[in-house]
């Protein structure tokens, strides 16, 4: 084709490369914008979705790319994000979109957006606890919540609804000593012995919002039971493949 341009247009060898040259400084700026993005956005190992919708769509979708190729390497098409944004924002609070992408799958989770490894390789499936003694996870395993006094989940946060019993994702963080700020589970785990093969498939305890208490780490600073008040113990007893 290039023969036959430069016979018709002397000047379209100069202008292309002007164009080449002008597309790559756009995406650098862009580039450059979702980073700055990022660091007011970002938490921990996810977005926060109230910031990342706050930057309104283009912006937004513009973000999402970059974080998706930087975190797991996966370069989503446009109408992909524009899905992925419209059902991140759009679904209802109880609702949790799961996206496939290259491998991964990113979730709305607890305000935020994470990243997980591929979506077969997690058990399905949410609950609801309305302080049952014992809670089925589907096949997966079982809770058991036995009352107590003055330790574990503090009784009176329980909403009544319930509260929201869903599998680990990714990217959440918790405090379960209050001496020490809120970590990453990803560390929290890995400090406390718990087995790769095993972080995914741990069940989390939702207090609308805020994560409460997590398998093999315990009750969130703000959700324990203070001396002489109701709570509750809460165990988990995962079944043997």
Do not use: Y
Request: glycine residues 12%.
């Amino acid at each position: 084709m290039l023969p036959l341009l430069d016979g018709r247009f002397p000047a379209s060898r100069r202008v292309l490369a002007r164009t080449a040259d002008q597309l790559a400084e756009s995406a650098a700026l862009l580039d450059d914008l979702a980073a700055l993005d990022l660091a007011r956005v970002g938490d921990g190992e996810g977005l926060r979705l109230a910031g990342l919708t706050d930057l309104g769509p283009a912006r937004a979708a513009n973000l999402l790319r970059h974080w998706l190729g930087r975190t797991a390497g996966v370069l989503p098409s446009r109408a992909w994000l524009g899905e992925a944004l419209a059902q991140l924002a759009g679904a209802a609070p109880d609702r949790h979109p799961v996206l496939a992408l290259g491998g991964v799958t990113l979730r709305r989770h607890g305000g935020r957006v994470v990243l997980a490894g591929p979506a077969a390789a997690l058990p399905a499936g949410e609950w609801r606890w309305r302080s049952e003694t014992e809670l089925d996870l589907g096949g997966h395993g079982r809770l058991h919540f036995a009352p107590a006094v003055g330790e574990g989940l503090a009784a009176a946060l329980l909403p009544p609804e319930g509260a929201r019993i869903a599998w680990r994702c990714g990217g959440e963080r918790l405090r379960p000593d209050c001496r020490r700020p809120a970590r990453s589970l990803k560390n929290l785990l890995r400090e406390a012995a718990v087995p790769a093969e095993a972080r995914g498939r741990l069940p989390l305890l939702w207090l609308g919002d805020r994560l409460a208490w997590v398998a093999g780490i315990g009750v969130d600073c703000a959700c324990q039971a203070r001396p002489g008040e109701p709570g509750w113990r809460i165990a988990w007893q995962p079944w043997a493949d």
